[in-house]
């Protein structure tokens, strides 16, 4: 799929040497030339990486002009000289576009409790500059430079007209995978030639994160350097999107996020099964939400799913330890539309049948329904195979 | 080891077919000649076991005569029929001890969500009633016959002097396994000839209970069965126990109760390491408690120490994540006594000589301290490898 790449955005990915392997990029710029807006969301984990700390500082701004990206090197658990580094990381950036020093984000991915490995960097960030192009091989380049233990870059877009023209948004993801002997992190970076004022930026990224990025779960494990951030070059229109525009803006986006998070989910360590858990019926969204999550991190459920294997036990008792109060005798669930479990009493159901549903597809729909009142979401998680567990524990043998 | 049985208590396991293979014991007697003092401490699971809702409504008493056990069926999602299959194993384990039909309490462990094979039941609850005695050869079988998955017996006991004699306690447990297809449950039963007022053994072993059986993990799944009930005969002593005699019997109590949920979380499906998690320096013991259960939760954390590897990143971040707010720059980790994490800094360690002391051990100690306050707590879990993939993934291929 062709992918556009919004107007006033260039790109670049190199490899400079964080990661071994040669083939392996492991530095993106994004670049605007003009001032544009920038907006962030990051890890809740209050153990936070550098970068995280430096562009919470720096979010929402107007006045974005480049973003630094590398993968190999959290640069998390790395005390003030790790703050130094991220700064500096800006400043080299910031001078390679000639932007301000403080126009200028980063990101980092990999592991934790290494010091950046500085002058690697700086001839990254030179190189990257050099390459700087809004070319779908640049994209990819970028898309592959913030990768670490990803099986498949992952790139995501959507276009819409509006009054004074075509607006296009298109974002860049890598998921949960594990880089040298420490967990790497969630990074998104969506960009978007439309005119947006920075408030409504910040309000929507937030927003459409809870909904995408914040609603899928590897292993449950939050990284110290999440973040989800949405650059808008304001090349297209005149005024920032308002009304009905802006409105349809924030469900392309939610789209867009959306589509980064399930790839993220379905590329999670050693997955066979990319799991949708639809939760309904509940009283608040927060409730919902908390269901979906106890389910979603059950190994139990986990398992189940990567051994085909319809334990409606499992789910139903993973939403009664979530900490949220429902009656038990209003509670029905669906597993690929097959009814397992209704109003708290086992469903006769042909148990092969929904097994051979769950072994046939990629892709396994669970539904849980409650009685308490109409709030619902929906929250994606993978299986938990033993490949997972090599990945995870064999890695230094 | 010899463990003496509390005067006034007889037992007996057996097998009535229940589980398939014949020498699997899957139905055990608990009886007290007496009216004896029940506590009981039950899952926090909305979605809970017809047992526990029946035994939750007959505890604590002080007229207690026996207690029936059955594994290999949790008579869990069952509706009505299940609360009054239920309601018959107490009345059938009654009428086998001639006791008034409220003095009787239930546990179930295994399937969820099949009928209880009530027939089978009353067989081996008459053939129990034949059996029971104050052996050790009962004991043992009773410590049997509530097993599921568990690859051995779990049998715990203290004995203390008091001034009007010595008093003995003595529990058996089962952990977190799969039977059928669907999970187990943790079960445990504290039997005591202290003389104990009602109140003061419910009030004992809620206590006690947090610092033991709420203090371990194994997948992080709380069932829908989790039982763990004191049982006191009286026999030893005329009052009951007070002041510093009480104190002392809790000491013990408290021992009994950890050394079954250490056993539990040692035989967590697939271990090959038991975790034992120590947090210091918490506000409060509610935050500390969320820590170490986040850190025991972490599928990272726990394939790492199955990978003999002291990944510190991991377990910062999964305090990081837990929801418990701390100063991040105040944080140190020891891990099997190695400094690895001093203040928010990592800290230089010989990480194969770490390793080999984790790789040498079946205990990894992993000790995270905060800089809060002064309140703290153990937490016990195992660690995470291919093994327990496979025993809840690939059972039914």
């Excluded at 799929?1 to 790109?11: A, C, D, E, N, S």
């Excluded at 020093?101 to 002058?119: K, Q, Y």
């Excluded at 990025?213 to 990284?223: A, K, L, R, Y």
Aim: glycine share 8%; charged share 20%; hydrophobic share 45%.
């Amino acid at each position: 799929m062709q992918h556009p790449i919004p107007t006033g955005f260039r790109l670049a990915g190199v490899h400079c040497g964080i990661k071994r392997k040669a083939t392996n990029e492991d530095l993106a710029l994004v670049v605007c030339d003009a001032p544009a807006v920038a907006a962030g969301v990051y890890t809740k984990n209050i153990v936070r990486a550098a970068p995280v700390i430096l562009d919470e500082q720096r979010t929402p701004t107007d006045q974005f002009h480049v973003l630094v990206i590398n993968s190999g090197n959290a640069n998390a658990c790395t005390g003030d000289q790790g703050m130094r580094d991220a700064e500096q990381m800006t400043q080299l950036a910031a001078d390679a576009c000639r932007a301000a020093h403080d126009a200028a984000l980063v990101l980092s991915t990999g592991v934790i409790g290494v010091l950046m490995p500085m002058e690697k960097v700086q001839q990254g960030i030179a190189a990257a500059a050099a390459q700087l192009s809004n070319d779908e091989a640049s994209l990819i380049a970028a898309a592959r430079g913030i990768m670490t233990t990803d099986t498949c870059r992952k790139i995501a877009s959507r276009q819409i007209e509006t009054s004074t023209g075509k607006v296009s948004i298109c974002g860049i993801a890598k998921g949960s995978g594990m880089i040298g002997p420490n967990m790497a992190t969630m990074l998104a970076v969506i960009m978007t030639d439309a005119k947006l004022g920075a408030n409504d930026a910040q309000a929507m990224l937030t927003e459409v994160t809870d909904d995408s990025f914040n609603s899928i779960s590897v292993d449950g494990h939050t990284s110290t350097n999440d973040t989800a951030l949405l650059l808008a070059s304001g090349q297209v229109g005149t005024a920032p999107l308002a009304g009905a525009e802006l409105a349809s803006f924030k469900n392309a986006l939610l789209e867009v996020c959306v589509e980064l998070a399930r790839m993220i989910a379905d590329d999670g360590e050693g997955a066979t099964h990319l799991i949708t858990i639809r939760v309904n019926g509940c009283a608040t969204l927060a409730d919902a939400r908390r269901i979906a999550q106890s389910v979603a991190n059950s190994p139990l459920v986990k398992t189940a799913i990567a051994g085909n294997d319809p334990n409606w036990g499992r789910i139903v008792s993973a939403a009664g330890y979530s900490g949220v109060d429902f009656a038990a005798e209003g509670v029905s669930l669906h597993v690929n539309g097959f009814l397992l479990y209704e109003q708290g009493t086992p469903a006769e159901f042909d148990d092969p049948k929904v097994s051979a549903s769950i072994a046939a597809s990629r892709e396994t729909d669970v539904e849980l329904t409650f009685s308490e009142g109409s709030a619902g979401c929906r929250f994606w998680t993978c299986d938990l195979t033993t490949e997972y567990v090599h990945i995870n524990a064999d890695y230094r043998t």
